[in-house]
């Protein structure tokens, strides 16, 4: 994955529409959740035990993982365990292909976009078809979503009416979202009751019943879990969480941070596939659970903290860099403050190595993750980890943004404030020649860009100091 | 097993342990007048409610479902519902897909209790009333007994004891099927029954 965040950046500030979109649907959401945190004592003890439980999990991971396992091996899921996302797509087609299943439906999944599942299922002769109505926009659209819950914020009724009346058969120009749901519905009714298989992720898994977690507004996730005769679900590792009452907190904290409700319509336990005498759901059931870097990360201590993401989209919401570049900007699966310090770790800094710059380390995000992951001092420590070579072997790509200019220029600085005599020397040089360096020198060029150079004093602050009589500076 | 699992639980085990915290207290809240929290929270997301007399609430749904210009009911036969174009659901869903797909109006199914802070219905599903039943019809009718009002997740999920025998599958339903998708605009239905109806037996 290639990412220049800045020029899209560019791009994306230049695009009065798209700006409009997200500037609405941000200022929608922030007051809404802060309408469900108003009491501040409630939402801090939560969140502690949000945080907490997820920590918990996180510290036991591998016997949760392993006692995860035999529950729900006991109860006839068959579980399957993927290094990398080639690993995993090998397993979903190999599932599909010895079901001789020739289309699947699918929930809404990040994992399964961070594996570019469809595409994979596709050249192998799958079709993959999206079932979230804002999911089955943007594949419509041929785009990628620009937001982990709301994947299809970046477009208004408009250009979602002319989609719809290019791609669905006798669909009229109509901007009514009643009408246009309507349509969805049907053409995905259709493709529900002809899917071979579903494919769902998945919120919570929990190791003490063996259970999967997921939650939705809109019932495809049910669908797709239940309708076909085989169900496929793909989850990252730090999807684990202890016990099952664990699952009540975390339920208290998502909804209500990502999209300000207080539960959403759907809470779908699943614990295994058709019993004998049930009527519906699928005769098997699949858990893929996949690495993909997470078991690096793990590695490192402070780094581990990014594991805990319960993907609810609050600090992007709330991001003042994501609401004005929208999601595509990132260039990556995951955008806004958790994919940029998600997305370097997973996929290397050497890859993704310019997304911990693109913040104001504002602390915005911080404040309002709803299991307190320190977003900001992860982005300073990935910064680093970028400009020099990591003793951690958590960190993939460390050391690829050196630049022998920048760290020369930042031992110089060291080395003046070391020394009173070389700072004072060196002040003084700056406010006589400063103001002669042209704002288009090679090294300021970049900075002074969009920024216009500063003006040098002609006497340094000691200087000034000194003449109003204060000797000890 | 695979070579895989190898992998990263190993990988995991190399890393360093750290202490599991311990969770910090945390209340969910109660409520004097848990009916009267429920329906408030389940009405702000369209859910409908009708309180009813245990004895009464046949004769009272006929009547909803006619005003609603329902014709084909689903229902479990226990349930003892009189209706004149019922069916029940008691083939496999391969047999019985198209009727469900776009043939029935309304699907009439119990509840085994709800959450006063959410607004949600706890809905678990078997052989009688499977799983698709409260899911593809337009309109989904819920039995609820008042006494099985909750107040919170975590107290329903203690008192019933949900952990030691988590069924094949368990929902919390908290009203229709809805997406906000299109411009952050409320829709019903998308997916799921366009229309929630909890008949609260008192
Ligand atoms: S980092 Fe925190 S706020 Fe952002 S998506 Fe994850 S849990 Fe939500």
Redesign the interface.
């Known amino acids: 994955m290639t990412s220049d965040f800045s020029t899209r950046a560019h791009d994306a500030l230049n695009n009065p529409q798209l700006r409009a979109n997200f500037r609405r649907a941000m200022d929608g959401l922030m007051t809404k959740r802060a309408a469900q945190f108003e009491d501040k004592d409630n939402w801090h003890a939560l969140r502690a035990r949000g945080a907490a439980i997820k920590a918990r999990a996180l510290a036991r991971l591998p016997d949760l993982l392993e006692e995860f396992e035999q529950k729900a091996i006991a109860n006839g899921i068959n579980v399957h365990w993927a290094e990398t996302t080639a690993d995993a797509n090998r397993i979903v087609l190999e599932i599909l292909t010895a079901h001789g299943a020739k289309k699947v439906i699918k929930g809404k999944s990040m994992v399964s976009e961070e594996m570019h599942l469809n595409a994979h299922l596709e050249a192998h002769g799958i079709k993959a078809v999206e079932s979230d109505l804002g999911e089955y926009i943007i594949q419509l659209a041929g785009e990628a979503p620009s937001h982990i819950v709301m994947p299809c914020i970046h477009k208004n009724k408009g250009e979602i009416a002319q989609l719809f009346t290019d791609n669905i058969e006798n669909q009229p120009y109509t901007e009514d979202v009643d009408a246009l749901t309507a349509a969805a519905r049907q053409v995905l009714r259709r493709e529900f009751a002809s899917a071979d298989a579903g494919l769902s992720g998945a919120n919570f898994l929990v190791a003490e019943t063996g259970s999967l977690v997921l939650i939705e507004n809109e019932g495809n996730g049910r669908l797709s879990t239940t309708l076909p005769p085989l169900h496929i679900a793909v989850a990252g590792i730090e999807k684990l969480v202890e016990k099952l009452d664990d699952v009540a907190p975390l339920l208290a904290l998502l909804p209500r941070s990502a999209t300000g409700q207080a539960i959403t319509t759907y809470v779908n336990m699943i614990s295994s596939p058709r019993k004998a005498g049930e009527k519906d759901g699928p005769r098997q059931v699949h858990l893929v659970l996949l690495d993909n870097g997470r078991s690096r990360v793990y590695a490192d201590e402070q780094l581990r903290d990014t594991l805990r993401c319960i993907r609810c989209g609050a600090c992007m919401n709330h991001c003042p860099v994501y609401s004005r570049v929208g999601g595509h900007t990132y260039g990556s699966v995951y955008p806004g403050p958790i994919g940029k310090i998600l997305t370097p770790q997973l996929a290397g800094l050497d890859c993704a190595g310019d997304l911990p710059h693109a913040s104001t380390l504002c602390n915005a995000c911080v404040e309002v993750c709803p299991v307190q992951i320190p977003i900001a001092d992860i982005l300073v420590r990935l910064r680093t980890e970028a400009a020099e070579p990591s003793t951690s072997p958590a960190v993939k790509g460390a050391g690829s943004g050196h630049s022998a200019v920048e760290s020369a220029v930042w031992k110089g600085w060291q080395a003046m404030y070391a020394h009173p005599a070389a700072y004072k020397v060196g002040t003084k040089a700056l406010s006589v020649v400063g103001n002669l360096i042209p704002a288009a020198a090679p090294l300021l060029k970049q900075w002074t860009s969009v920024r216009s150079k500063p003006k040098f004093a002609a006497k340094t602050l000691h200087e000034l100091a000194r003449e109003k009589g204060y000797d000890h500076e | ?2 070579e ?2 190898a ?3 190993a ?18 809240p109660g409520f004097n007048d848990r009916l009267d929290r429920f329906r408030v ?1 389940i009405e702000a ?1 369209h859910g409908e409610v009708h309180l009813v007399s245990a004895d009464t609430w046949r004769a009272h749904l006929r009547k909803v479902l006619a005003e609603k210009n329902v014709a084909r009911v689903l229902a479990a036969p226990h349930l003892g519902l009189d209706w004149d174009d019922m069916v029940a ?6 047999d ?3 009727q469900l ?2 043939g029935i109006d309304a699907a009439v199914t119990t509840t085994r209790g709800a959450i006063a ?4 219905l706890v809905v678990v599903p ?2 009688d009333e ?3 039943a409260s ?2 019809p337009p309109i989904h009718v819920a039995l609820l007994n008042a006494g099985d009002i909750a107040d ?3 107290q329903i ?2 008192k019933q004891g ?2 030691a025998a ?20 409320l ?1 019903y ?5 366009k229309e929630l109806i909890v008949l609260v037996l008192q």
């Open positions: 097993m695979s895989a699992r992998n990263i639980l990988r995991l085990r190399a890393a360093p342990r750290l202490q599991p915290p311990e969770r910090p207290q945390w209340q969910a929270m997301v659901y008691d083939a496999p869903v391969e019985f897909k198209d797909v776009s802070e959410t607004g949600s078997d052989m499977p799983r698709l899911l593809l919170n997740l975590a999920m203690e949900w952990a988590m069924p094949t599958n368990l929902l919390l339903i908290s009203g229709p099927s809805k997406t906000a998708d299109i411009e952050q605009t829709a239905g998308v997916h799921g029954p």
